[in-house]
């Protein structure tokens, strides 16, 4: 028998928030969406790691804006809600006015178990 099973035309969600204080309005956002699930995971980006190498301490200028501690948030949601949670999570991260409050994109999920929604 075959472990994964076809998925019925869904996207993995990822959200990296470079600022915790949105993290409550981004999962407030989803639910009022429908997503009926997320995980969040603490995170810490290249830049900031890189920082302290001395090999890359010359291009300290370049991690500046490196934040110290960032949540990636993940869920597996349907095609026909993956365009309204991208304009709600453009609003909530104000995306038109810049970079560096968080990143959003879909990927296709080609198969899946243990979701809801899949056979």
Do not use: W, Y
Not at 78 to 107: N, W, Y
């Amino acid at each position: 028998m075959n472990a994964s099973k076809k998925a019925a035309a869904m996207k993995l969600l990822f959200i990296v928030l470079n600022t915790a204080d949105k993290l409550e309005e981004v999962l407030e956002g989803l639910l009022e969406a429908g997503v009926g699930g997320a995980t969040v995971v603490d995170s810490v980006g290249m830049g900031h790691l890189l920082e302290d190498v001395p090999l890359f301490a010359g291009m300290r200028n370049v991690f500046e804006a490196a934040r110290p501690k960032n949540q990636v948030i993940f869920s597996v949601v349907s095609d026909a809600q993956a365009p309204e949670i991208m304009d709600v999570m453009e609003k909530i991260l104000d995306c038109a006015h810049g970079p560096g409050r968080g990143i959003a994109f879909t990927v296709p999920v080609d198969s899946a178990i243990g979701v809801h929604g899949t056979p």
